[in-house]
């Protein structure tokens, strides 16, 4: 029987098995297209859409994508954003071209080539004490309304329609991530290690926002919501950014809090999304309530081996991912998309309890064509029940 797609993806997160695997792109930066191959896509498919920014963020740089080309992807979940404050928006339209992007953190981008950016404004660089911690004079307006109130209405039409499965991503937020936009990646890590009181002042100072915000986005959700996205990114292609017993001491007891919090105002499932080889963390996102780990990076160590992680873990989690975007999606071919995908399926798909999609954002590199293999053979090879099982 043919099910919708909530119905598919509800399935799904139950452990079973519904009528086909599902697919999850363009509903957030980490499961989106950049806008290179967001417009070859277009073209290809012979969709006229407007090339619309996630966020409304050119800065970014991921495509909005349009429902025409969300439907020709057979893509079943929606997604409803957060935005940086009004104020933000208006203050960079008005900055001189190729200048710094500043959010409402203090924090921001600047231009390393054109229409390329990357982190580069630290607010904090310079800070060690806790006391300047608290005398910043940037942090942000967690109780302005034009950061949620928008997700309400959208909430309210994706539920109404009933036909695809809602994934909220208040994105603008996590905690680790964000002490690295506000001291820098190696400073901050430099302070993890040599300065742990400041570190942890820091992240939890960071947390307090995280969670204000949450709490305004939740609300304005309601029961209108299936899936929640957090994440913070823990791993690299060879291992863990920190080791296991920092992560244990420092941060998991800040995702605990986090997950603890959104767990006691929602019934939707919690999403985590985290690059890298993280394997050795995963009994410990078991624990504290993750329910769907993203985005099981196959070119990252042990995240490889898929069958070890289906067998581990399929029954207490949900994996989302694990299409490759370091050399499959942007140097295969049609045909080896195709039979990666197959391949995925058949190691991950058994029993439910596992989402297509790619390993994180796909970038400029990645051919349309490859674009619209994956999503194909998804609704190809991803039928249940799925062959040899």
């Known amino acids: 029987m043919t099910m919708t797609s909530r119905e598919r993806v509800l399935t799904t997160l139950q452990h079973e098995e519904p009528d086909r695997v599902p697919l999850v792109i363009g509903v957030s930066n980490a499961t989106g297209l950049k806008m290179k191959p967001y417009r070859a896509l277009k073209t290809l498919i012979g969709v006229e859409a407007p090339d619309d920014y996630l966020y409304d963020w050119p800065e970014l740089g991921t495509a909005a994508l349009d429902e025409a080309t969300l439907q020709r992807l057979h893509a079943d979940v929606r997604g409803v954003l957060d935005r940086h404050p009004a104020e933000v928006y208006e203050r960079n339209r008005q900055r001189a071209p190729h200048s710094p992007f500043v959010d409402g953190w203090g924090s921001g981008q600047i231009e390393i080539e054109p229409d390329v950016w990357f982190p580069g404004v630290h607010p904090l660089a310079e800070a060690e004490t806790i006391a300047e911690i608290e005398s910043y004079g940037g942090w942000p307006d967690m109780d302005d309304p034009t950061q949620f109130a928008h997700m309400a209405a959208e909430a309210d039409a994706l539920a109404e329609a009933n036909e695809y499965a809602i994934m909220a991503t208040p994105w ?197 064509a490859n674009i619209l293999a994956m999503a194909d053979a998804v609704e190809e090879f991803g039928r249940y029940p799925l062959p040899g099982n």
């Open 172 to 368: 603008l937020l996590f905690p680790f991530e964000r002490a690295f936009a506000m001291q820098g990646m190696d400073r901050f890590m430099m302070n993890m290690a040599l300065n742990p009181e400041f570190a942890e002042a820091l992240l939890w100072k960071i947390q307090g926002y995280c969670k204000q915000l949450m709490g305004h986005c939740l609300q304005a959700l309601g029961d209108n919501v299936d899936i929640i996205k957090i994440g913070d990114d823990l791993g690299m292609q060879s291992g863990l950014l920190i080791s296991p017993k920092m992560y244990r001491k420092v941060l998991k007891p800040i995702h605990a809090d986090y997950i603890a919090f959104i767990r006691e105002r929602t019934k939707a499932k919690v999403f985590f999304h985290t690059d890298g080889d993280v394997f050795d963390l995963v009994d410990d996102f078991v624990e504290i309530g993750v329910d769907i780990l993203n985005p099981i990076q196959t070119s990252a160590g042990r995240m490889a081996d898929l069958a070890a992680l289906k067998q581990r873990y399929g029954k207490n989690i949900v994996f989302c991912g694990a299409i490759d975007t370091q050399h499959i999606l942007p140097h295969g071919t049609p045909e080896e998309v195709r039979a990666e995908v197959r391949r995925v399926v058949n190691l991950m798909g058994p029993g439910g309890g596992f989402m297509v999609a790619a390993v994180h954002t796909i970038m400029n590199e990645v051919p349309a």
